[in-house]
């Protein structure tokens, strides 16, 4: 099942560069919706959780898009310590428990 | 703070040999959760526990077995190792499963191979 759908990259972009990424979900369902950020060889950290309305925290933007199902996470301003792996996480229902349906992650990877 | 605690770090099986994943957290979380992280996939829901004293399947559950100790201790055992249970494992906890804004934490990870 591709019930969450990341592109994987790697996106390389230079120092300062702005980039995006998208995740797709299957179901339409889904109520809540987060990015966490893995760090090679280390365990997930959550990033954010993504709003309806969308969100910004400093350089972050996460931003929803129902209709078309898919949510979005913006960096501005990219630095070296931004180089990850990018995790799109989608509760596909609420009401369930352990649910947490995790895509396979995009690579950034921040250059000099 | 700790946070969630697993041990061991790394480990190498046998084929058919047995272990235990000992995870334990130190935020009074009511629900805790054992993952695996295979190259090229997501990670994928092995068990998970709602609250102390209840485990349930995840996407994965097969040759594993799971106990929830008490409110701070969540074990994932290998009754006999196979090959294809060579993953890295996260152990992870939250305050509640099923709430809509459920968020994780998660255990640095057990790097396992099964020759």
């Known amino acids: 099942r591709k019930e969450v759908e990341q592109d994987p990259g790697p996106f390389n972009v230079p120092e300062g560069a702005t980039v995006a990424f998208n995740c797709t979900y299957s179901n339409s369902a889904s109520q809540s919706f987060f990015w966490y950020r893995q760090d090679c060889r280390k365990e997930p950290k959550l990033l954010m959780s993504v709003y309806s309305s969308g969100n910004e925290d400093g350089r972050f933007t996460a931003q929803l898009n129902r209709a078309s199902q898919y949510i979005s996470l913006l960096i501005r301003d990219s630095k070296l310590s931004d180089s990850a792996t990018y995790l799109c996480?989608?509760?596909?229902?609420?009401?369930?428990?352990?649910?947490?349906?995790f895509g396979k992650g995009t690579k950034l990877s921040v250059k000099p | 703070n700790a946070g969630v605690t697993q041990t061991p770090k790394f480990q190498v099986l046998k084929t058919g040999q047995s272990m235990t994943l000992q995870c334990a957290q130190d935020m009074n979380h009511n629900s805790m959760y054992w993952y695996r992280q295979d190259p090229g996939m997501g990670l994928r829901l092995i068990y998970y526990?709602?609250?102390?004293?209840?485990?349930d399947k995840g996407e994965v559950p097969n040759g594993y077995n799971v106990s929830r100790l008490n409110k701070r201790e969540f074990s994932l055992r290998l009754e006999s190792a196979a090959p294809s249970q060579t993953s890295v494992y996260f152990c992870?906890?939250?305050?509640?499963?099923?709430?809509?804004?459920?968020?994780?934490?998660f255990g640095s990870g057990t790097q396992l191979s099964v020759l």
């Open positions: 996480v989608v509760n596909s229902d609420g009401g369930s428990q352990g649910n947490l349906i």
């Open positions: 992870a906890s939250s305050e509640a499963a099923g709430d809509r804004n459920e968020k994780l934490f």
């Open positions: 526990s709602a609250s102390e004293g209840t485990t």
